[in-house]
Structure formats: structure tokens, C-alpha cells
């Protein structure tokens, strides 16, 4: 696919920092947005990556930049999807070339990369609640700069915003939250009237003559000022929204227009100058405003391939093998069909998990409850009490934010919820925010919790179907990101003995257990050292718990070296192999065994191979483990 010329930006050119952009003449940054957001089309054409979001938050971007003195006033993006003009108008333009890549830009503002990213985040809805921290530590150390925080509103969705806002209105603080609206549409903009309310609101005239009234009213009886400041509120909501705000303390601003510079600067400018106490700015934009494909498809392009300006094509390599997600969607789906009492329940991201396929089948039975984890565990919970059978599909990075719901309102209560964990492992370009590493580990612990892992996608399809047959309690299965190995696919999957593995080939003195993805790869190593004499056995544990302690204990009787390989952080899998063994005294007779797990550090991002290799989990490490373990008999055979 060729890539375009770069487009014109004499402006920008001149920009390196925002004090750069804040030297410029207010007049000129309308053209400074037009070739922002050019320069960030062509940035992500080269790279793929984060497109839609940024686009829609260029002029709020200019703006911010323009009116706060930056980085010393402070500015937070949630998540951080929506960060990339940030990036280029704060000295990182010509790295926005890496963004994503190994060795490049992250895809989300991260504190060790600038300055001007004063806090880093993957997950969303923690903006609000990171700008009080700081807010209330400038007034700690006497400082009066600024802290802006950027959240969009499908982060409101989340209780912890909420709980940020009840918070920050409690203590009064210094926090200025802007409400990217471009979705919700909680209200829009209706032209020039709601900018002429916004800008009066905001300015200092008509904030003083608030405080003066507030200061006469505190003098009279008790029902007179209560009812002078209902009055107050639901005059200015009626006509500027924003209500539920005020109730919790934070003084509202808006609906404005986004995308108008000119209706942008003296709101920030007014709110910046006057006052204290926490205040919302409430600004509607469009995602992917200003490119036609992005506009018109807007969730295919929140995350992008490489692609044609022009055409706005994208150039996504082609699989023979389907992806591991769709794989569980249309198992799910083949299922449901059978089975009237499955429903499936995503937090915010359905066509993320495959349940967009499972909605168009079952839109009854399907419920996106938003950025919400711990409310879809126990939504799940209460379904499960009723005789339904719940499918969370969550992300494993995501997952951790519900782990008190998991224990208390899952696992306590024995409740037969399903946990389609997707994502586990590396996850490539979102690097270490996204990796799903740590979902065995944490639910391993939890009694009548049964864990499974998926080799492939015909193990994907059966794990799916022992789920639904599965009433004994929760139950969990993890898969990759990305495409399947290309096995054949069984017509429909067939329920797993719990706790129960499988032998993939036979072997004699070295055995490799493979939980989950790396099976492919446990294979590979196995046929490379039989080409050294090393005969090998590998096997596809399937169960993390219950273990299959037959296998364990057959693999450590017969073999002198036993591999533990798992694509998930330390405390998984191998930790409970590990700890079994030992309490029943299969390590006494010298054997030699060897955990491979994610190394003890967030592995940052790069091509999903590159981060398996990086990590010592590919196939060159699995049988450079067993030369390890094998020492001087190693060297033996190599020469022999």
C-alpha cells in the first residue's frame, strides 16, 4: 500500500512545545488544528494504531495547550487512546512515526516518556480520580497551577469517575474535569446561544455575583437559601444541563462545541481565572472528525491497520485460520441455539470480545453494561442465582478490576458463572497496560474456581462447550489474542473431563507441560531436541485447577527433565504444578524441573513474537531450558 506525501504544515512546523504554540497569535490556531489533525492521519497510516479519538479531540487539544501552561499545570487523558495530538504538539512529532512499534512511542500517555504526561494509564475512568490526587497535593505544597482532567463519557460509565467526583466535591479542590462527549451526546451544543451561556457562566462576572449572593443568602433563615439555590441550579440546568454534576459538588460548564476553537478559549480561559473548587466542562466533538472513513465508520476506526489516506483501505494481513475471539462467538452462539438459558454479558467492548456476532443473534440475551467490570461480575451472579447460565467475555487486563467481585459475589457463593477471558497473554502494541498476565494466578487461589487454558481454537471450542455443561460452581478459560494455529475444527466441541490434560506426543526423558498457548510451540522444541536423541513427551495440561495430578505424577515418575511453559506472569500455573509436586514428594528423586513464565517486569510493546522471544517463551527457549537443566549429559549428546 503506498504511503501519501506528507501534507503541508508550516505551523506546525514551528511548533516544538505548547510554549511554542502559545506564542502564536489566537487567530492562528484554527490552522494549527487543520494541520494537527493532517499530520496525525498521516502518522497513523504509517504505523496503524489509535486513530478516531485523537481526531475528535484536536481543537480540544490546541485549546488545552493553548490557555494552560503546560506541563506545570497538569493534564490528564484518560485511557489515553485520544492522546496522540497531545504527543505531537509536546515535542514527540517525529517519533509519532514509532508509535506502537518496538522501541517506539506507547499508545497511551506514559510518565517515563515526558513531562509532559504527568500520569500514565491503559484502563480507563482513573483520570478524575489521579487529577484530585494531585490537585489536593498543590494545595498541600502551595502551589496554584492547574490540573485538567480529560475523560471521555464512555469512562463516565464506570463508578470509580463517580466516586472521584462525590470526592473531589466533598473536599472543594482545584480540578478542572472536561467531559469529552462524542457519543452520548448527553446534550448537545444548540449553536450560538450554548456557547453565549457557556462563556457567561464560566466568566468571572457572573461567578462573582454568585458568590455574592451566596454570601447575602447564608444571612437569611434556613428554608429561604435552600430555596434560593434550587432556584439557582435548575434556572442555569435548564438552560445548560448538567444537574447530576452540580449534585456532587462540581460546578457545570457546557454543552460547547468541541471542534470551534473560538467557543473553546475563553471558556478554558474564564475557568482557569476565576475561582475554586472543582468545575466540569462538558464538550461534545465527533470521533474522527475531519476524516470522511473515520466519520462514517467510527468503530473501525478507533483502532487501525496501516492504511491508504486516500481510500482509508486498510492493510490487514490475511489468516487461513479464524481468530481465536470469533472462534468463541460463534461457538457461543452455535451453543445458545441448544441451550435457551445462555446469555452473555461485555463491559464496553462487544465487538472487541465477539459478542457483537452473539447480540445480532440474541440481542435479548445480550447486555453491554459499559465500562463497568465489577457490575458485570455480579449482574453475572445474579443471574447465575436464577438459573441462567452467564457468559462474561472481559478482557484479561480488564478482569482485575472486578477480582472482589469474583471472590465475593462468585466464588463465596459457589455460583456457576462462566469467564471467557480473552486476550491472555501478550497482546502486542497495547503493550504492558493490555498484557493479560495475570488472570491464572489470581483466580488459581479461589476455591471450587476451575481454570482452563485454550492450545488452540479446537481446545477453545470444547472449553466453551465445558462451560456450558459446567454447573458445579464458576468457571474460567483464557485464549490469545489474534488468529488460531489452523487445526481442524470440530463440528461442535465436546465437554472436557474437569481436570483432565492430554498427551500430544510421547517421549521418554524430557517431558514439556504446556498450559494453554504455548503448546505450538512446546511441539516445535520437542521435535527440535528428538533431533538431538532427546526423546520428548509434551502435554496440554488444559486445567490450571483442578490439576490433573495423574498426568503430573506420570510426566515426573518417567522423565529426567519435566518444562513447565505458561504465557502468563509468575504464580500461575507452574506455582501450583510446583507446589503440588512438592507436597507429595515427586521432586525427591532428583528430577529437573523448570517453570518458563513471563519474566518478572512489565514487558513493553512490540510485535506479539518479539515479546514471546524477549520473554524466553518460543521454542529456541523451551529447548535451551532443557539443555540447561540437562548440564553435562547436555553436552554429551550435542557432541555425540
Not at 28 to 33: D, E, F, G, I, T
Not at 76 to 96: F, N, S
Not at 234 to 247: D, K, N, W
Amino acid at each position: 500500500m503506498p504511503l501519501s506525501q506528507r501534507p503541508s504544515t508550516p505551523l506546525l512546523d514551528r511548533i516544538a512545545s505548547p510554549a511554542d504554540l502559545r506564542r502564536l497569535p489566537e487567530a492562528s490556531l484554527r490552522q494549527v488544528a487543520d494541520e494537527l489533525r493532517q499530520d496525525l492521519i498521516d502518522a497513523v497510516s504509517r504505523t496503524g494504531g489509535h486513530l478516531g479519538a485523537g481526531l475528535g479531540v484536536v481543537e480540544l487539544t490546541v485549546a488545552i495547550h493553548a490557555v494552560f501552561d503546560t506541563p506545570a499545570d497538569r493534564l490528564i487523558w484518560d485511557v489515553g487512546h485520544q492522546a496522540y495530538p497531545h504527543k505531537i504538539l509536546t515535542g514527540r512529532r517525529e517519533a509519532m512515526r514509532t508509535v506502537r512499534q518496538e522501541g517506539g512511542l506507547s499508545g497511551f500517555a506514559k510518565r517515563t516518556e515526558s513531562e509532559f504526561d504527568p500520569f500514565g494509564a491503559g484502563h480507563s475512568s482513573t483520570s478524575i480520580s489521579a487529577g484530585l490526587g494531585m490537585a489536593v497535593a498543590s494545595e498541600l505544597d502551595g502551589r496554584r497551577n492547574h490540573v485538567v482532567a480529560v475523560i471521555g463519557d464512555g469512562a463516565m460509565s464506570a463508578g470509580m469517575a463517580y466516586e472521584a467526583m462525590n470526592n473531589a466535591g466533598a473536599l472543594d479542590a482545584r480540578l478542572i474535569v472536561i467531559l469529552n462527549d462524542n457519543d452520548m451526546s448527553i446534550a448537545p451544543p444548540t449553536g450560538a446561544l450554548s456557547a453565549y451561556l457557556a462563556r457567561l457562566v464560566s466568566g468571572r462576572t457572573y461567578r462573582s455575583l454568585r458568590d455574592r449572593a451566596k454570601t447575602v443568602t447564608r444571612r437569611l433563615p434556613e428554608f429561604v437559601r435552600e430555596g434560593a439555590r434550587k432556584t439557582e441550579e435548575y434556572t442555569r440546568g435548564f438552560f445548560t444541563g448538567g444537574t447530576m454534576f452540580e449534585e456532587l459538588g462540581f460546578y457545570y460548564v457546557g454543552p460547547i462545541d468541541g471542534h470551534d476553537v473560538d467557543h473553546l478559549l475563553p471558556v478554558l480561559k474564564n475557568v482557569r481565572d476565576t475561582g475554586d473548587g472543582p468545575v466540569l466542562i462538558h464538550v461534545v466533538t465527533r470521533k474522527g472528525k475531519g476524516y470522511p472513513p473515520a466519520e462514517a465508520s467510527a468503530d473501525k476506526y478507533h483502532g487501525v491497520s496501516k492504511f491508504d489516506v486516500v481510500t482509508g483501505a486498510q492493510a490487514k494481513p490475511k489468516s487461513n485460520a479464524p481468530s481465536y475471539t470469533k472462534v468463541f462467538a460463534e461457538t457461543l452462539i452455535q451453543e445458545a441455539h441448544e441451550d435457551e438459558r445462555i446469555v452473555a454479558i461485555n463491559a464496553a467492548m462487544p465487538d472487541g470480545t465477539g459478542l457483537d456476532l452473539f447480540g445480532q443473534a440474541f440481542p435479548k440475551r445480550t447486555f453491554d453494561v459499559g465500562i463497568a467490570e465489577q457490575h458485570a461480575v455480579t449482574f453475572a451472579a445474579g443471574l447465575a442465582t436464577e438459573g441462567f447460565k452467564p457468559f462474561v467475555a472481559i478482557y484479561s487486563t480488564f478482569l482485575q478490576r472486578a477480582y472482589d467481585q469474583i471472590v465475593h459475589d462468585v466464588a463465596i457463593q459457589h455460583l456457576p458463572v462462566r469467564f471467557a477471558i480473552d486476550r491472555a497473554g501478550f497482546v502486542g502494541a497495547d503493550g504492558p497496560t493490555h498484557a493479560g498476565s495475570f488472570d491464572t494466578g489470581f483466580l488459581c487461589p479461589l476455591p471450587g474456581m476451575v481454570v482452563m487454558a485454550a492450545a488452540d481454537e479446537a481446545e477453545l471450542r470444547h472449553m466453551v462447550r465445558t462451560a456450558v455443561e459446567h454447573d458445579g460452581g464458576p468457571i474460567s478459560f483464557r485464549y490469545p489474542r489474534g488468529n488460531g494455529t489452523g487445526v481442524e475444527m470440530p463440528e461442535r466441541g465436546k465437554a472436557l473431563e474437569i481436570g483432565r490434560g492430554r498427551i500430544v506426543r510421547e517421549g521418554s526423558k524430557v517431558a514439556i507441560l504446556s498450559f494453554g498457548s504455548r503448546l505450538a510451540e512446546a511441539v516445535a522444541a520437542a521435535e527440535e531436541l528428538e533431533g538431538f536423541g532427546l526423546s520428548t513427551t509434551v502435554a496440554d495440561a488444559r486445567f490450571a485447577k483442578p490439576l490433573d495430578t495423574d498426568l503430573i505424577g506420570r510426566l515426573a515418575r518417567e522423565h529426567e527433565v519435566l518444562v513447565l511453559i505458561e504465557e502468563g506472569a509468575s504464580g500461575g500455573f507452574a506455582a501450583q504444578v510446583l507446589e503440588h509436586m512438592a507436597r507429595h514428594g515427586l521432586m525427591d528423586r532428583g528430577l529437573k524441573v523448570r517453570p518458563m513464565t513471563m519474566p518478572d517486569r512489565f514487558v513493553d510493546h512490540a510485535a506479539p513474537d518479539a515479546m514471546i522471544r524477549a520473554s524466553g517463551l518460543d521454542r529456541a527457549a523451551i529447548v535451551e531450558t532443557v539443555f540447561r537443566a540437562l548440564g553435562d549429559a547436555a553436552q554429551r549428546v550435542m557432541r555425540a
